[in-house]
């Protein structure tokens, strides 16, 4: 069975300063994608950034970039420039290609901005 | 907004009672999911369902019970809870193609059970 790992449970970042959050994942599959989901206290998951593991180049959305290696089944996501908005839950997740359209979650990271 | 609702946001129930929560999308989506968000565990995965049909349960205990009567709606109705079902509830809807794979989530549910 497929599993997602987030070794860091909380994060903290100075306002403008970058951050790496990590997430690693374990598959049999060669084909599947990867998703970074945010989660404010609102409670909203939201869609940050995703991965499709055929593409060798790293997806890139405005402040938020990844760092995809496929043999090491390692898949952290990079925060520049953070902003107080940042502060929420992120989740790391994955789908297989076909087949189920089951989403595995990571347990999380909650990353706190500080001013 | 991402486009799906949940309601209610909030729910108090007891052991005895019967409640339903409900999920609405309206953007063509195909897909549509329950999630159990419990404190300190990965989201959960409880049942799909595609184009109205269920495609998966993860093993959920009947006292939940899931209805999808078309693509834009999902239910799922409780009964007789454990106070262990107290957890945030999500759904979530997705359009099945190989290009659009990325599930968009409602603000949940936060439920609990006394």
């Known amino acids: 069975a497929q599993t997602v790992t987030q070794s860091q449970p909380e994060m903290s970042v100075q306002e403008a300063e970058t951050v790496t959050l990590s997430c690693t994942y374990d598959t049999s599959e060669s084909d599947y994608y990867l998703f970074w989901y945010k989660q404010p206290p609102s409670r909203q998951m939201i869609l940050v950034i995703r991965q499709e593991a055929y593409k060798q180049q790293n997806a890139t959305e405005n402040r938020f970039s990844v760092n995809f290696q496929k043999a090491a089944k390692s898949f952290s996501l990079k925060i520049s420039d953070s902003q107080l908005g940042d502060a929420a839950m992120y989740f790391c997740?994955?789908?297989?290609?076909?087949?189920?359209?089951?989403?595995?979650f990571g347990k999380g990271t909650k990353l706190t901005v500080n001013p | 907004e991402t486009g799906v609702t949940q309601t209610p946001r909030h729910l108090v129930m007891g052991m005895t009672n019967k409640k339903s929560l409900k999920c609405e999308q309206h953007l063509g989506h195909n897909a549509m999911y329950w999630y159990k968000q419990s404190a300190k565990k990965p989201l959960e995965l409880m049942f799909v369902y595609n184009f109205k049909e269920q495609t998966e349960n993860n093993s959920v205990p009947s006292r939940f019970s899931p209805e999808c009567p078309n693509s834009s709606h999902l239910f799922l109705h409780l009964h007789t809870l454990q106070p262990e079902d107290s957890a945030l509830y999500l759904c979530?809807?997705?359009?099945?193609?190989?290009?659009?794979?990325?599930?968009?989530f409602g603000q949940g549910t936060r439920l609990t059970v006394v």
């Open positions: 979530a809807s997705s359009l099945r193609t190989r290009q659009n794979t990325e599930a968009f």
């Open positions: 997740a994955y789908k297989e290609e076909g087949g189920s359209e089951k989403l595995v």
